[in-house]
């Protein structure tokens, strides 16, 4: 997928310009460090890592898409005056290191969290509807976060970040990450539960696929209109033919769609089956009354447990 690096570049440009005095190292008014995420789930675990020993940004407005997100220069600023920078990395963070590199912040935390865990190519599956490919390169998945597993890798490579740049707070991050790890444990076994009680293990989604790291983790087969980072929400007809067929082949109960979806794919195939149209939320992002309301990926995730078992049922 193309990014717009002209208009990056020229964001980069400007505020390296503007804001090279505001960007450098200085103390903070409360003493508190400076934290800013991509997207929601790493905003999420830091939150509930760093309690209010930190200040914390997420850039990602809540409601908006993360495949085509473009920083803004106050972004930019916002990176640039952070003491820890946490993102995923992955084609959908190439505008990343175009940021870092014009970033004078020696002292900065940068964590790409995509190192944390393994990685997998993204998966072209069958029936699934294909971009046109514009390079040879592997493209990984890069909804890491989706298996509880990966969740508690992550939150062991934020802790550490956290803990190196505010050894004051150690013990207090420490504490935190551990409470949380054992909740990501306790999420992962109920999942295990589903899986191992259920009468089926395929799930089918009229949406994008961004589970793979999920569904690799509980040994689930999936079909899908689309891969994780498709940008497509239309697609063909066989697509969806396809989908419907496997449905009734299967006797499949539940069409699957993720969040903030146009849900049109999902709404077809189950007009036409008569399946049950439900969310598996993948916590890329949340709505705006969500993040407003407080939602966790705990919270979110946990909701997954009984939309799974309705679907493997």
Not at 207 to 215: E, H, L, V
Not at 259 to 282: C, M, P, V, Y
Request: glycine share 4%; proline share 4%; hydrophobic share 40%.
């Amino acid at each position: 997928m193309k990014r717009a690096y002209i208009l990056i570049a020229l964001y980069i440009g400007i505020c390296s310009f503007a804001f090279a005095n505001a960007a450098k190292d200085t103390p903070k008014a409360d003493g508190a460090i400076t934290v800013t995420t991509t997207i929601f789930p790493f905003y999420d675990f830091t939150r509930a890592i760093a309690g209010d020993k930190a200040n914390l940004a997420m850039l990602l407005p809540p409601g908006a898409e993360s495949h085509s997100f473009e920083p803004t220069p106050r972004d930019i600023l916002t990176i640039q005056n952070s003491d820890i920078f946490i993102y995923n990395g992955g084609e959908s963070d190439a505008w990343v290191d175009r940021i870092l590199d014009s970033t004078n912040k020696p002292n900065m935390k940068v964590i790409r969290l995509m190192d944390a865990v393994d990685v997998v190519e993204e998966e072209i599956v069958e029936g699934m509807e294909e971009e046109e490919a514009e390079e040879e390169e592997a493209e990984y998945d890069e909804h890491i976060w989706t298996s509880p597993q990966n969740a508690a890798r992550i939150v062991r490579a934020i802790t550490e970040a956290l803990c190196e740049k505010d050894r004051a707070n150690a013990g207090f991050y420490q504490r935190n990450a551990d409470a949380y790890i054992i909740k990501l444990n306790e999420l992962d076994a109920a999942f295990q539960t589903v899986v191992r009680n259920a009468k089926r293990k395929t799930i089918v989604f009229g949406d994008r696929f961004p589970f793979r790291y999920f569904a690799d983790a509980y040994g689930l087969s999936y079909f899908a209109a689309f891969p994780g980072c498709s940008t497509e929400t239309e697609c063909s007809a066989a697509t969806v033919a396809f989908l419907i067929d496997k449905i009734r082949a299967e006797n499949i109960p539940v069409i699957f769609h993720i969040e903030l979806s146009n849900e049109r794919i999902a709404d077809a195939i189950a007009g036409e089956t008569g399946s049950k149209k439900r969310l598996l939320h993948a916590v890329h992002n949340i709505s705006k009354r969500d993040f407003e309301n407080g939602a966790t990926y705990l919270e979110l995730m946990t909701r997954n447990v009984d939309a799974l078992r309705d679907a493997l049922q």
